[in-house]
């Protein structure tokens, strides 16, 4: 996942404490790794973002940036354009617990 760091910026809050912002900003560094789903494959655990101040000023939700996601498939290199949302969830990262 790849984005400028304009971009990155427009995805938090004014204010983020720095510790904040670099751990949003290492989603975009080349050595991490995001996990792909297979088609049909669906996400059984929970991830999300969390500060360890509650009231601190974290991502701007609704917001949305350009992001490139480059990938590789047998041997072959794709780059592909996408729009990267910051959007709500019931429970923490989707996962709510009965």
């Known amino acids: 996942m790849n984005a400028s760091d304009q971009e990155i910026l427009s995805?938090?809050?004014?204010?983020?404490?720095?510790?904040?912002?670099?751990?949003?900003?290492?989603?975009?560094?080349?050595?991490?790794?995001?996990?792909?789903?297979?088609?049909?494959?669906q996400v059984k655990t929970a991830f999300g973002a969390v500060t360890s101040i509650p009231s601190s000023p974290y991502l701007r939700y609704l917001a949305e940036a350009q992001i490139s996601i480059t990938y590789h498939y047998?041997?072959?290199?794709?780059?592909?354009?996408?729009?990267?949302k910051v959007s709500y969830r019931e429970g923490f990262g989707g996962a709510t617990y009965e």
């Open 11 to 41: 995805l938090v809050e004014t204010g983020i404490r720095n510790e904040d912002l670099e751990r949003v900003q290492y989603n975009f560094k080349p050595e991490s790794e995001i996990p792909v789903l297979s088609p049909g494959e």
């Open 74 to 84: 047998h041997e072959q290199k794709f780059n592909e354009l996408q729009k990267l």
